[in-house]
T-cell receptor, first 114, second 115 residues
Framework: AQSVTQLGSHVSVSEGALVLLRCNYS??????LFWYVQYPNQGLQLLLK??????LVKGINGFEAEFKKSETSFHLTKPSAHMSDAAEYFC????????????FGTGTRLLVSP | EAGVAQSPRYKIIEKRQSVAFWCNPI?????LYWYQQILGQGPKLLIQ????????DSQLPKDRFSAERLKGVDSTLKIQPAKLEDSAVYLC?????????????FGEGSRLTVL
């Protein structure tokens, strides 16, 4: 079975500061890993995905994440936070093969202060 | 390209009443999902369809929840009778099916409040 753990339900940063949102995964088979973002009263939108190619994945809005098998991690980073980055971020995992079924973490709310 | 459409966006009912949510996926997407997102939690998969067949409904409370996807396009999720703990946002998502790399496209969700 696959699962993800997101450390920290809330992360606060100042505008211009580094953003780091943590995600650790558990999977008995090679995983695909995803980060989704959810703005208030909206559905989830894909930020980036790891699908066994390059371990450093770049996504939209300046976000990137690095797959580290040895640490079973897939942390999300952005060098400089913008006010518009304030949202809920979800890490998700799915098995490499078979029907795709995303298993989500509990989410991390990113707060950005001026 | 039109996204995933859901309706209604908001619904308030009393416990023991029934409610139905509708979803129209992205055209051509074979796989359709219903997720339940309770406040403060991540989305939890309720049911997954491949065309009009059920792939996974292991977490669907079948005593009160039902879902169908007639003709492999639109889908309806029904709750009858509703309980207080069913208050949540019900998210519909679709993907292109086999061979895809797991990217799901989500609708804006239907927020249910059970009083």
């Amino acid at each position: 079975a696959q699962s993800v753990t997101q450390l920290g339900s809330h992360v606060s940063v100042s505008e211009g500061a580094l953003v780091l949102l943590r995600c650790n995964y558990s999977s008995s088979v090679p995983p695909y890993l995803f980060w989704y973002v959810q703005y208030p009263n909206q559905g989830l939108q894909l930020l980036l995905k790891y699908t066994s190619a390059a371990t450093l994945v770049k996504g939209i809005n300046g976000f990137e994440a690095e797959f580290k098998k040895s640490e079973t991690s897939f942390h999300l980073t952005k060098p400089s936070a913008h006010m518009s980055d304030a949202a809920e971020y979800f890490c998700a995992v799915t098995p490499y093969t078979g029907f795709q079924k995303l298993v989500f973490g509990t989410g991390t709310r990113l707060l950005v202060s001026p | 390209e039109a996204g995933v459409a859901q309706s209604p966006r908001y619904k308030i009912i009393e416990k023991r009443q029934s409610v139905a949510f509708w979803c129209n996926p992205i055209s051509g997407h074979a796989t359709l999902y219903w997720y339940q997102q309770i406040l403060g939690q991540g989305p939890k998969l309720l049911i997954q369809f491949q065309n009009n067949g059920v792939v996974d409904d292991s977490q669907l409370p079948k005593d009160r929840f039902s879902a169908e996807r007639l003709k492999g396009v639109d889908s309806t999720l029904k709750i009858q009778p509703a309980k207080l703990e069913d208050s949540a946002v019900y998210l519909c998502a679709s993907s292109s099916g086999t061979g895809n790399t797991g990217e799901l496209f989500f609708g804006e969700g239907s927020r249910l409040t059970v009083l």
